[in-house]
């Protein structure tokens, strides 16, 4: 039976454009293209606007960011209200505090999605008011519903990547030749923001402890707080000279295809948007057992899983894939598939636009003005 399409208004706070704002571009980009129609409401000078206009998804700026920000559920409420959706999804904590709370106002179904391990408090204070909550991992689910949330509230959905999206536009050997690398020189590359969790000190020292006699550059792509920090550990560690730290960069498809292999140590990673991407590049992954990583990295097939915080065994994985170009391309080949297979654009879509539909049949509402 032939479904009628849904107005959907997403909502996102964040300035800057990471695997959860990307994610929500994507989800757009697929509801569009499916004949919905969909508004983000965003901050005012966000990074988000550029982002979204070249995917062709309308936004709109508003003031709603900040968590004392008090006036942003009614000015969000008069959005609803104007722009009459269907439902509303909020992608972050602060746009699901105020969201929530502005689709109740105007009597209108809203999920959220829950894309981090918050704190219960955080969790119940800004996904409280949600009718239905999506989270991005099993590892998420778990956590959300052991705080207390009903297990029928809360369903995992996937991030994505898009196949066609993530093809590089250069060929190898000139971006490996523009990275300065040498023709014998294997490359590792840590696609993150420079913050703690991430686990790049543990990263740095398992380089430390790889054999001298194994030719390999490791490329930190990325900003962030701990990048002083990082620095100066590299340079006490004696590594400076294999580690290379790069500003955030666009043409993530184009340097993955230069990189012989991922790792991205995190200690506790919520889903990992980055190992998908790698896994896409045919990049061997290594991560850590935690959070949401072992639903991503297959261990012994498609990469290797570590401890957290555990620079021993970093070494240990980073020697195996360095030192065995078949096993390196085995994993690749193995990842390309499973990123294919278990984490498509396709499949996240439809299971998120089911979400919705559950959510609004679940919550009768009394009958709205027609639409012009």
Known sequence: MCQQPLRVLQVITQSRVSGAEINMIRLCRGLLDRGHAVLVVTRPGSLMRESLARQGVPSRELSIHGKANLVAPRRLAAVIREWQPDLVNTHNSTASLWGGLAARLARTPVVAHVQGLHYSCTLWSCYGAADGLIACSDAVRRYTVGVGFAP???????NAVDPAEFVPK?????VRQALGLARDELAVGAFAHLSRKKGHADLLEAVAKVPIDVPFRLFCVGNGPCRDALQRQASGLGIAGRVHFLDYRRDVANLMC????MALPSHREPFGIVYVEAMLARLPVIACNAGGAPEVVEEGVTGYLVPPH???RLAAALTALLTSPARRRRMGEAGRNRAVERFSLDRMVTETESMYREVIRSRPLPRRTPRS
């Open 170 to 174: 250069r060929p190898r050997e000139a």
């Open 258 to 261: 230069a990189m012989d292999a």
């Open 310 to 312: 555990d620079p021993d």
């Open 152 to 158: 029928h509230r809360v369903r995992r959905v996937y």
